[in-house]
């Protein structure tokens, strides 16, 4: 059993409260290595462990993180545990993220992520750097991927050019949303209030009938949208 966890303490720059984050991976030497490399960020900490859905629902319920790093294959006998568990915790915890980290980069399993309430997917072979990047971009609320896991999003799309169902204005705030940016980032590229963001992409959400940030941005790329410029 892992359940590993850790009392706040540390602090971020500037004094801000670190971000709280949780590891659920059933190999307990993955967990090791993210944990060493995730603490030396001082914005970074983790807060719990888990090797089981079981224990992930335990150790967040108890340290309530803004972020799970979830590792979709968690039991050989069942493939649809990291899946199940995603749904559990967006549903259980409307403040939480989930980013998933896994060795597969299997272009269903990437889109069943996002529909399953996933705000991003990176492998883990990414390089620290990029993985910190990532982590940062959820936990502003925004959406990420690593370069092969879009590419297996891109490539689950067979779409015709469709009609829009967003205003000009707010294909442009998806569009910033597809690039990663938060609320306040987008606000400051189109000289927009960050409330009025929110109020976008609220409607973008309502819209698309969609979850998530980034199950918008997948949903308006199968609709035939195109989220590349602007």
Known sequence: MAMREEQPGRAGPAGEAPVRIVLVDDHAILRQGLRSLLERENDLQIVGEASSAGEALAVVERTRPAIVLLDMKLSPASDNDGLDLCVQLTKRYPGLSVLVLSTFVDDALVVSAIQHGACGYVVKDVDTVELVRAIH?????????????????????????????????????????????????????LHLSETTVKFHVRNIMRKLDATSRAEAVYKATKNGLDLTSG
């Open 137 to 189: 971009l959820v936990a502003r609320n925004g959406s990420a991927f690593d370069s092969r896991s879009a590419a297996a999003m891109a490539r689950s799309i067979h779409a015709p050019e469709a009609r829009s169902p967003l205003t000009a204005r707010e294909l442009n705030v998806l569009r910033l949303v597809a690039n990663g940016l938060s609320n306040r980032g987008i606000g400051a590229r």
